[in-house]
């Protein structure tokens, strides 16, 4: 199996076909890069009706996905498939190396926008994002801490070294609970999308930190979203003095 940046681990979500595409068309009227979306109608050679998901930016990098079409009332499904041209998945993407992982990333759209779909429908969306710097896990509409990663082996069983067991009072134990996880606060905060789109991970994770500083001693947020967006934002790495001897005053 060939890993990508960009995973879809898990997905159900099923809605009537003209909700889905009028909800998508407003998540992408009030994203912060342009995007453009198609759905097309495809039958398989058994003549099972299913549609396509084309979501692509303005350099034309894509990403497809392919639901199911329901036979009786048309609802578009999202769900695990195996598709032999798609290599045995169900999504596929062509993304340029420079626009992998920033906000006009198609991948990085989904990421957010299923994410946000899926919390307003109850439905399931697991995925880590394009940089595999970060991960969503909603399920049945809540988001869920994730603890571990895995491997499946070709018979469906599980690898992973989630429930292990932990030792407390280690000096790098940094286990916290999260309140919002960071890429659904992002969604919130339209202009530090904007201002950080075309930064490298570090310059992007020390902006958020130096502004949820700031925020919180004008009192313009309280302690607890400055903790538990300010401990997220440096997991990913901290590279300024500034705001690395806060993080570890705090961790």
């Given at each position: 199996?060939v890993?990508s940046?960009?995973?879809?681990?898990?997905?159900?979500?099923?809605m009537?076909f003209?909700?889905?595409?009028?909800?998508l068309q407003?998540?992408?009227?009030?994203?912060?890069?342009?995007m453009?979306?198609?759905?097309?109608q495809?039958r398989t050679?058994l003549?099972?009706?299913m549609?396509?998901?084309i979501?692509?930016n303005?350099?034309?990098?894509?990403?497809?996905i392919?639901?199911e079409?329901d036979?009786v009332?048309?609802?578009i499904?999202?769900?695990p498939?195996?598709?032999?041209?798609?290599?045995?998945?169900?999504f596929?993407s062509?993304?340029?190396?420079?626009t992998?992982?920033?906000?006009?990333?198609p991948c990085?759209f989904?990421?957010?926008?299923?994410?946000?779909?899926?919390?307003?429908?109850?439905?399931?969306?697991?995925?880590?994002?394009?940089?595999?710097n970060?991960?969503?896990?909603?399920?049945?509409g809540?988001?869920?801490r994730?603890?571990?990663i895995?491997l499946?082996d070709?018979?469906g069983?599980?690898?992973?070294?989630?429930g292990?067991?932990?030792?407390k009072?280690d000096?790098n134990?940094?286990d916290f609970?999260?309140?919002?996880?960071?890429?659904e606060?992002m969604?919130e905060h339209?202009?530090?999308?904007?201002a950080i789109?075309h930064l490298?991970?570090?310059?992007?994770?020390?902006?958020i930190?130096?502004?949820l500083?700031?925020?919180?001693?004008?009192?313009?947020?309280?302690?607890?979203?400055?903790v538990?967006?300010f401990r997220?934002?440096?997991?990913?790495?901290?590279t300024e003095?500034?705001?690395?001897n806060?993080?570890k005053?705090?961790m």
């Amino acid at each position: 199996m060939v890993f990508s940046d960009f995973e879809i681990v898990d997905i159900n979500l099923k809605m009537p076909f003209q909700d889905f595409e009028r909800e998508l068309q407003d998540i992408v009227d009030n994203y912060s890069e342009p995007m453009t979306f198609n759905i097309k109608q495809l039958r398989t050679r058994l003549g099972k009706a299913m549609y396509k998901l084309i979501v692509e930016n303005n350099s034309s990098d894509n990403i497809n996905i392919v639901a199911e079409c329901d036979d009786v009332n048309g609802d578009i499904y999202f769900h695990p498939l195996k598709l032999s041209n798609m290599n045995e998945s169900f999504f596929m993407s062509s993304v340029d190396t420079n626009t992998r992982g920033q906000l006009n990333d198609p991948c990085y759209f989904i990421y957010s926008a299923f994410s946000e779909l899926a919390h307003n429908h109850k439905a399931t969306f697991a995925c880590i994002e394009p940089t595999s710097n970060s991960s969503a896990l909603i399920v049945d509409g809540k988001t869920k801490r994730v603890d571990g990663i895995g491997l499946v082996d070709s018979d469906g069983k599980m690898y992973s070294i989630a429930g292990a067991k932990m030792i407390k009072g280690d000096a790098n134990d940094t286990d916290f609970s999260i309140r919002q996880p960071i890429n659904e606060w992002m969604q919130e905060h339209r202009d530090i999308q904007q201002a950080i789109a075309h930064l490298p991970l570090n310059e992007k994770m020390n902006y958020i930190g130096k502004w949820l500083v700031q925020a919180r001693l004008k009192d313009e947020i309280d302690s607890d979203e400055f903790v538990d967006i300010f401990r997220q934002a440096g997991l990913f790495g901290f590279t300024e003095a500034s705001v690395q001897n806060i993080y570890k005053l705090i961790m």
